[in-house]
């Protein structure tokens, strides 16, 4: 009888041995990021982060999704039905202005890169060159945010025509002359129209008095409150997937092209390469990812003729997690360059 004892204790052993190891150690908490375009080079970082296993290091499952048609991807992070998105200032100041429940966890552009781009051949290379030409501008710009380089060549709305377009024909309307210049980004229309045989010049709105984020990293203010721990593990390896991607930049937007083979490699490193230049802000200079009142209650004065109402600054946003991470010191000290 002992013997049959010891054998179904054994047995009972084994069983019990392949039950556990059938069962993952710890299962990976599964999350959604909703970034704000198809994926291109300024989406590197996330991507990397995926490739390398940092999210999964901090046992994490991040599937990346891109816009979806019809749906905003603020109200899909407000719902909870999405946890994190990558969202521009000025779509984002317009989702908290209408109530819905989200906050700013760490800012990716410190400015924004919005840029008036034009061609060379055309002499437009002021502000005051512009009385009197054509900009292409998409529906759901404010033109709040032109004002400040408009003034900064002694012209109003009223001395330049708005031409609206759709999203991805700005740079063709440019490039045959329909147009005299387009609303667009320093580090993407720009490059796409000299990589065509169009050089441009490019009056960058940071550099025309006007005060603004560029892009955010966002989540829905329960999960906030609720599971600070997931989104410090959420911050901390996204952090890390920056790291990675400054050091190896070709490598990063390679993982990107898997995903859009129809962007051009050596093109979007390019961009990536600009992108990690613009880091280089004074708003960094402890932590990368931080943000302030000042900045954001500029950010909402610029939109506010598109608002219902005007949020509080501080509602934007909270550092607590930039601040806990010291991937934020390392990341900041890695894009600012040293100052004389």
């Not at 700013?104 to 051949?121: G, R, W």
């Amino acid at each position: 009888m002992k013997v049959v004892s010891r054998l179904l204790t054994g047995l009972a052993a084994l069983a019990s041995v392949s039950v556990l190891s059938a069962v993952p150690a710890s299962a990976l908490d599964k999350v959604v990021l909703r970034i704000n375009f198809s994926p291109w080079a300024m989406h590197a970082p996330y991507f990397a982060a995926v490739s390398q296993g940092f999210y999964a290091k901090q046992g994490l499952e991040v599937e990346i999704r891109p816009p979806s048609a019809g749906q905003s991807g603020e109200a899909l992070v407000a719902s909870g039905r999405e946890q994190f998105g990558v969202a521009n200032a000025d779509g984002f100041v317009k989702a908290k202005a209408s109530g819905m429940p989200i906050i700013a966890i760490m800012a990716d552009q410190p400015d924004t890169p919005i840029s008036v781009i034009t061609l060379k051949s055309s002499n437009i290379a002021a502000p005051k060159d512009m009385k009197g030409k054509k900009i292409t501008w998409f529906q759901a710009n404010v033109k709040g945010q032109l004002d400040p380089l408009l003034k900064k060549g002694g012209l109003s709305r009223d001395d330049i025509e708005f031409v609206l377009v759709a999203r991805g024909a700005e740079v063709q309307m440019l490039a045959a002359g329909k147009v005299d210049a387009l609303w667009g980004y320093s580090f993407g229309q720009a490059l796409t129209l000299e990589d065509k045989g169009f050089p441009v010049n490019i009056m960058a709105l940071r550099d025309n008095g006007l005060v603004n984020y560029g892009t955010v990293i966002y989540s829905n203010e329960a999960l906030v409150k609720n599971d600070p721990k997931l989104v410090q593990r959420f911050v901390t390896a996204t952090l890390q997937g920056y790291i990675w991607a400054q050091k190896n930049q070709q490598a990063a937007v390679a993982e990107v092209i898997k995903v859009s083979p129809d962007r051009d490699l050596k093109l979007e490193t390019r961009k990536l390469g600009i992108i990690y230049g613009l880091y280089n802000s004074p708003d960094y200079a402890e932590r990368f990812g931080k943000m302030n009142d000042a900045k954001w209650a500029a950010t909402i004065d610029s939109l506010s003729e598109d608002l219902p109402n005007k949020p509080a600054p501080s509602s934007m946003y909270t550092n607590q997690f930039v601040d806990a991470a010291e991937e934020a010191k390392t990341l900041s000290a890695a894009v600012r360059k040293p100052t004389n």
